[in-house]
T-cell receptor, first 111, second 116 residues
Framework: GENVEQHPSTLSVQEGDSAVIKCTYSDSASNYFPWYKQELGKRPQLIID?????GEKKDQRIAVTLNKTAKHFSLHITETQPEDSAVYFCAASKRNTPLVFGKGTRLSVIA | EAGVVQSPRYKIIEKKQPVAFWCNPI?????LYWYLQNLGQGPELLIRYENEEAVDDSQLPKDRFSAERLKGVDSTLKIQPAELGDSAVYLC??????????????FGEGSRLTVL
């Protein structure tokens, strides 16, 4: 089955700096790669996703890049703000299979 | 529109006691998921339903865990008897589109279980 590895497990950045979180997946047939943000005690919420027919997708300060050959994808957050502090999860799936999540990255943005 | 509703939000029980969690998905979402989230970890699938049919339950510890979605709408996850290692957050999620769907999962707030 699919295996998703996520790095780093914790990340601290100064407010205004960029943050990058990386994930690798094992199943070359996976074609959907979402990123979820989970604030303390809250539900995971989708912040951006990318499908395998696209190499990059951007939404304001967040972007995701996908390298299908290397089987890795990354989340980029620019101009970080204190409200970006949360746990971020990457995930991967393909048709007829449920999402498999990474272990998460705890991002702390220091004001 | 109401999101995914779960109850209870918090539950504290003694080991060997039974516990049940309830989930009501977003209206019209025919796929329902139960995920387990241990502290500091990502969600792990326990079971997935397509309407009332369990289509993915290989990760559900069937000796103590059971789930049902009798009318293809709300669902109950039960643990009997609970063990100390079951302390975790139990997340319910739903999605439209059926099994072939690949897209956003909508999560509930979760039910946090503490077993003493």
């Amino acid at each position: 089955g699919e295996n998703v590895e996520q790095h780093p497990s914790t990340l601290s950045v100064q407010e205004g700096d960029s943050a990058v979180i990386k994930c690798t997946y094992s199943d070359s047939a996976s074609n959907y790669f979402p990123w979820y943000k989970q604030e303390l005690g809250k539900r995971p919420q989708l912040i951006i996703d990318i499908r395998s027919n696209v190499g990059e997708k951007k939404d304001q300060r967040i972007a995701v890049t996908l390298n299908k050959t290397a089987k890795h994808f990354s989340l980029h957050i620019t101009e970080t703000q204190p409200e970006d502090s949360a746990v971020y999860f990457c995930a991967a799936s393909k048709r007829n299979t449920p999402l498999v999540f990474g272990k998460g990255t705890r991002l702390s943005v220091i004001a | 529109e109401a999101g995914v509703v779960q109850s209870p939000r918090y539950k504290i029980i003694e080991k060997k006691q039974p516990v049940a969690f309830w989930c009501n998905p977003i209206s019209g979402h025919n796929t329902l998921y139960w995920y387990l989230q241990n502290l500091g970890q990502g969600p792990e699938l326990l079971i997935r339903y397509e309407n009332e049919e369990a289509v993915d339950d290989s990760q559900l510890p069937k000796d103590r865990f059971s789930a049902e979605r009798l009318k293809g709408v709300d669902s109950t996850l039960k643990i009997q008897p609970a063990e100390l290692g079951d302390s975790a957050v139990y997340l319910c999620a739903s999605s439209p589109g059926g099994l072939a769907f690949t897209g956003e999962l909508f999560f509930g707030e979760g039910s946090r279980l503490t077993v003493l």
